[in-house]
T-cell receptor, first 114, second 114 residues
């Protein structure tokens, strides 16, 4: 079945450091790929998405590129801020069983220190 | 409403007790999903509604789990004869249309079975 594997956490960085969170997936066909973020005390929010190979999703300084050849969708940010501290989830979806349900990775907790 | 609302936010149930968890999606959203998130894990799909029709319930872990959305808006997830392994955060998400462009998540209900 479909699955998502993402980098084990937790990740601790200093402000302005470069961030990479690795994500790889297994799926048949051509899934859509997502990064969701969960800030402390809040619900999951869509951070960015890509729907086809070589697409780049970007938002709030974060970027991820859909790489079909390596089945990857790594999240990057050039300079993290304290406010980026959150749990990040990589996810995929594709139409099956009448729904486009999301399949999530386990999440990576990021802490950014001032 | 402004977002997806779930109630209660926290629920403690004695083993064997029945519980009902409520989800108020964003007004007018057609698609509604329930997910279960165990501690330290990513959310896992439970069931999907398109308006009032339950089109996919492949993720429900047992026949003790039942979900409904009788008028195509509010949804209730019911768990009968709760067990300790049911302890988790239950997340509801809604999508405006039929395609998974952006899922809006509620803050979840944390269920603890003692």
């Amino acid at each position: 079945g479909d699955s998502v594997t993402q980098m084990e956490g937790p990740v601790t960085l200093s402000e302005e450091a470069f961030l990479t969170i690795n994500c790889t997936y297994t799926a048949t066909g051509y899934p859509s790929l997502f990064w969701y973020v969960q800030y402390p005390g809040e619900g999951l929010q869509l951070l960015l998405k890509a729907t086809k190979a070589d697409d780049k999703g970007s938002n709030k300084g974060f970027e991820a590129t859909y790489r079909k050849e390596t089945t990857s969708f790594h999240l990057e940010k050039g300079s993290v801020q304290v406010s980026d501290s959150a749990v990040y989830f990589c996810a995929l979806s594709r139409p099956q069983g009448g729904s486009e349900k999301l399949v999530f990775g386990k999440g990576t907790k990021l802490t950014v220190n001032p | 409403g402004a977002g997806v609302s779930q109630s209660p936010r926290y629920k403690v149930a004695k083993r064997g007790q029945d519980v009902a968890l409520r989800c108020d999606p964003i007004s007018g959203h057609v698609s509604l999903f329930w997910y279960q998130q165990a501690l330290g894990q990513g959310p896992e799909f439970l069931t999907y509604f398109q308006n009032e029709a339950q089109l996919d319930k492949s993720g429900l872990p047992s026949d003790r789990f039942f979900a409904e959305r009788p008028e195509g808006s509010v949804s209730t997830l019911k768990i009968q004869r709760t067990q300790q392994e049911d302890s988790a955060v239950y997340l509801c998400a809604s999508i405006r249309g039929l395609m998974n462009t952006e899922a809006f998540f509620g803050q979840g209900t944390r269920l603890t079975v003692v």
